[in-house]
């Protein structure tokens, strides 16, 4: 079946985005940054590195799984069905939403992508404006943010996350859009492969690693964010501590953006690929 109008669009955007991606240049201090980073890590025993790491994923594995079986989960996907209802009444299950136009499942994704970024904007200023102990939750409930966010993005596009493949596939997605822009194409391309060399789309058969020191920037950013945030707080304007509220909003924002953002193409991808167009 030819592309309309609009899927031949919303693919061209695509394939726009990704020689971007692939065509992306780090500067000199970026991999001098690169270097130094692997050298501090690697002053660590090896036995110490791994299982760092072990625990970084096991972490993030637990935390999908919780809230991929949340209520609110399960609320949030009754709402995108609901509103895939609106121009298809028939709908009955995440996987009928593949049925619907591109343009009606990028509306449904926007209002969910627009929703979380102000969840994280909100997150941001109360963790500049509040105490110690909500500054410390900021980092997990960014966590929740942002995979909650790629979850209901796979969702929308019609991918349910409840099965060993799309549960590994929606992680390797929230991990690659936190990685450095430099590092993302491999991050992009080893998704692609994922999806090509699957035969069943149940199990997952790839590399089930997640976190290394190549993604160790993000945390390191959060770690400066949550300084910053604690040499501006004392600072206030009108009895409001309003650099740092800024601060924590504005970093918060621009991660989910991000976030949102790498999610979008990648299950856009896949929906094109589903429909035999890639």
Do not use: C
Request: charged letters at 25%; aromatic letters at 12%.
């Amino acid at each position: 079946m030819p592309l309309t109008q609009r899927e031949q669009k919303v693919l061209d955007e695509l394939s726009a985005w990704e020689n971007n991606l692939y065509d992306y240049e780090p500067n000199d201090f970026e991999l001098a940054y690169d270097r130094y980073l692997e050298r501090s890590f690697s002053l660590l025993p090896e036995e110490v590195q791994e299982r760092f790491f072990t625990l970084f994923d096991g972490w993030l594995f637990h935390l999908h799984s919780l809230i991929q079986g949340s209520q609110l989960q399960m609320d949030a996907k009754e709402r995108i069905l609901s509103a895939g209802r609106v121009f298809q009444p028939d709908l009955e299950t995440i996987q009928d939403l593949r049925e619907l136009p591109i343009e009606q499942l990028e509306f449904i994704a926007r209002q969910q992508i627009a929703r979380h970024r102000l969840y994280s904007f909100v997150q941001g200023g109360m963790s500049g404006s509040g105490g110690n102990l909500v500054l410390g939750a900021d980092m997990p409930a960014m966590a929740v943010i942002n995979l909650r966010i790629v979850q209901l993005v796979a969702m929308t596009y019609g991918f349910e996350v409840n099965t060993p493949f799309e549960m590994m596939v929606a992680l390797k997605v929230f991990h690659t859009a936190t990685m450095p822009s430099r590092m993302q194409s491999a991050g992009w391309e080893e998704l692609k492969n994922d999806l090509e060399q699957a035969e069943d789309y149940y199990f997952y058969e790839g590399n089930d690693d997640l976190t290394d020191v190549t993604w160790l920037e993000q945390p390191i950013k959060q770690i400066f964010k949550g300084m910053a945030i604690l040499m501006f707080r004392k600072k206030h304007v009108q009895g409001m501590p309003v650099i740092s509220m800024a601060i924590g909003a504005g970093a918060n924002y621009q991660l989910t953006r991000r976030v949102t953002d790498f999610a979008h193409k990648f299950y856009q991808m896949r929906y094109f690929k589903e429909k035999g167009a890639l």
